[in-house]
């Protein structure tokens, strides 16, 4: 299969690179790069979004990544995970198409699979042996995962502020990891963008690594299969930005292989206590600063108080689609995991935050009653279990192991 990718191209300079080498930033500027793909071909050739119907994972799609040899393919049958009904929140809300894409369900629990089954496979694809990733913790537990499957020598370095359950499932899955201390984000940031121009090593970090976020494409094409149209609305937490920028890069693709003639609007979901993309949007700005502080929330996976080189991209695809860039509350996101939790889904409070900033648009006025809006759940609350308490309450009730305590209490739950 040869792909209908040509190359690089660096969003700053311009510069154009080969898709062999393996590069993380631009060479000559440190820009980020980017996949181009010969749209022109895909136009005439791509007939069907699902073009690999023999994979039942992201593969599918593999038409629209960069090529990868059959044998480098790594998965795990990562994606296509169900896009679920909402029935409990929209039956409170009295709205109709509120939808879930559930990627709790994914090999670790995260939907960060995605983006690591194609970059290491690419990186195998490349004959690049070892690589490392910064992470808050679901990032490391895929790409240790993806690495050992891939005989892929992996270091994920760890925030302290991860869950230890996410700092052992690193080692478990097998990778080398260092846990990262630091007094604000902007550290880790600055050090991942010198690390790329000093040590040469193949990155894995959304967007210095210019490969994860193509697989974050694949929301788009999966969620218009399933629900055979584009939806109105998508709701993404947001970390780095890789996954809503691929779900809208992958919009846009469709859009112009004539699939449909709508982009979602793109709405992007950060803790109040660190919002930089909010506090950028709010005042019209093409890029955001530091802002906040990352500690001072339940939403670790997308506590991050500075964008990688000022979020351009993320705050573009929320300003073309025609969406926002939103803040949640903690106590929020608390009630918006038992909402999520009464539909069915336990997600992690970071993968919770998204249907909190639905209900928030959806009173704002942002979203309508008639909208098809998705959220996606991006990871499982399994590994975090301190929130899920936190989110439940501990159960209080003890009765003897005896009939008659067991009718009162029927009684008195009035069941
Ligand atoms: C990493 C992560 C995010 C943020 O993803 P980005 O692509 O960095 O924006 C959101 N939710 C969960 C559960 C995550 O692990
Ligand atoms: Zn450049």
Redesign the pocket.
């Known amino acids: 299969m040869a792909g209908y990718a040509m190359g690089l191209k660096c969003d700053s300079c311009g510069g154009e690179f080969s898709l062999r080498d393996p590069l993380t930033t631009c060479p000559n500027c440190g820009g980020l790069l980017e996949v181009q793909y010969d749209m022109a071909a895909m136009r005439r050739e791509i007939k069907v979004i699902g073009g690999s119907p023999e994979y039942d994972s992201i593969w599918r799609y593999r038409q629209f990544f960069p090529s990868v040899e059959e044998q480098n393919v790594v998965t795990l049958g990562e994606g296509r995970t169900p896009l679920v009904k909402s029935v409990h929140l929209a039956g409170k809300l009295g709205i109709d198409n509120l939808y879930y894409k559930n990627d709790t369900m994914m090999p670790t629990g ?3 699979d995605r ?1 690591f089954s194609l970059a290491v496979s690419y990186a195998k694809e490349l004959g690049v042996r070892r690589g490392f990733t910064y992470s ?4 490391g537990a895929s790409f240790a995962a993806y690495s050992s499957r891939g005989m892929f020598n992996a270091l994920a370095l760890v925030e302290y502020i991860a869950n230890p359950v996410k700092k052992a499932m690193i080692q478990l899955y097998g990778a080398q990891a260092a846990v990262l201390d630091y007094d604000n984000f902007g550290q880790i940031t600055a050090m991942l963008e010198q690390a790329a121009e000093r040590l040469g090593l193949y990155q894995f970090v ?1 967007f210095i690594n210019p490969i994860r ?1 193509e697989a ?1 494409k694949t929301y788009a094409y999966e969620i218009t299969e399933q629900l055979g149209r584009v939806p109105d609305a998508m709701f ?9 920028f ?1 779900a809208y890069k992958g919009y846009c693709e469709l859009a112009h292989l004539g699939f449909t003639d709508q982009i979602p609007r793109m709405y992007g979901v950060q803790p109040a206590a660190a919002a930089h993309f909010k506090a950028a949007f709010d005042a019209g700005l093409p890029e955001a600063a530091a802002y906040g502080d990352c500690t001072k929330t339940i939403a670790q ?2 506590a991050s108080d500075s964008p990688i080189q000022g979020g351009r991209r993320v705050l573009r695809a929320v300003y073309q689609s025609g969406g926002a860039a939103l803040g949640v509350e903690d106590g929020d996101i608390l009630e918006a995991m038992r909402d999520l939790a009464k539909d069915g889904i336990a997600g ?1 409070p ?2 919770a935050a998204p249907v909190a900033a639905f209900k928030q648009a959806y009173e704002k006025g942002l979203v309508k009653a008639s909208d098809t809006a998705v959220c996606v759940i ?2 499982s609350a399994f590994k975090q279990p301190g929130a899920i308490k936190e989110a439940a309450g501990e159960p209080v009730t003890h009765i003897r192991a005896d009939i008659d305590e067991l009718e009162k209490l029927i009684v008195r739950l009035r069941l």
């Open positions: 995260s939907f960060k983006g808050s913790g679901n990032a959304n976020h974050m993404h937490p947001v970390g780095t930005g890789g996954g809503i691929g996976s997308i992690e970071s993968a991006t990871g």
